[in-house]
């Protein structure tokens, strides 16, 4: 593989670069070899930490050593281009916006110098890829909002964030799947539930899949949030 770069992190990491674009074959391949290194179990690799394009495996350097582990690397990315990547998802996120479900909608509007339905007609219309999980299960960052909805987070973050917060946190937007501690600006919230562990697969979002923002009422809000609890 081309655009592989591994490098050393002190004497039990390394970083493993696959690529210097946000975009979905690079997303792609790092979920991919995160998941073929999971089903390998590498003696004395202790955690493994995909990120946008890179991914940082921590071992243990009295079971192994930067060069084994860097071949077992390199042989499983051979392994790569012997398979097409699975198809992308295509996931539409109802989203009720502003209002007590999206308090800090009117900052984002005031900052961006949009008005509130500008805002939501920009953050609905963007095309998200789901870059990466982390900070919570479920929580997915998305890339490809707008570059002109960044907004600065707040400070200090809220102690407590809902379930299904609909957020800008800089030049990213995420859902909050839990209730969390979070700075991110709060413009809508979704009914849906992202983390489940009673489903079959408990994340409702995987890194590759495609995501679109649906503005839907408040009473829609609430019909779907119902059949959500009833489904539980």
């Known amino acids: 593989m081309s655009n592989l770069t591994i490098r050393p992190l002190a004497e039990s990491g390394l ?8 975009d979905a074959p690079t997303v792609g391949r790092v979920a991919a070899l995160t998941a073929l290194l999971d089903e390998a179990a590498l003696p004395g690799v202790l955690d493994i930490v995909p990120s946008y394009t890179t991914l940082l495996m921590d071992f243990d350097p009295e079971r192994t050593d930067q060069a084994i582990v860097s071949a077992e690397v390199e042989r499983l990315c051979r392994e ?18 502003g209002g007590d479900l999206g308090p800090d909608l009117p900052g984002v509007a005031t900052h961006t110098g949009f008005s ?11 095309e998200y890829l789901v870059a990466f999980m982390g900070f919570a299960p479920g929580f997915a960052f998305l890339s490809g909002l707008p570059p002109d909805l960044a907004t600065p987070r707040i400070a200090p973050p809220r102690t407590r964030v809902p379930i299904g917060s609909v957020g800008i946190g800089g030049g990213q937007t995420g859902i909050y799947p839990l ?11 979704t009914p849906l539930r992202l983390f489940a562990l009673e489903r079959e697969e408990p994340f409702l979002l995987a890194p590759g899949d495609a995501v679109r923002f649906e503005p839907i009422s408040r009473d829609e809000y609430r019909t779907i949030e119902a059949r959500e609890l009833a489904d539980s």
């Open 15 to 22: 970083l493993v670069e696959m690529g210097d674009a946000i």
């Open 80 to 97: 790569l281009t012997k398979h097409d990547p699975p198809p992308s998802r295509a996931v539409t996120i109802p989203v009720a916006y």
């Open 116 to 126: 509130p339905d500008e805002v939501i007609a920009r953050h609905a219309g963007g």
């Open 179 to 189: 209730v969390t501690p979070g700075g991110w600006r709060l413009i809508g919230r």
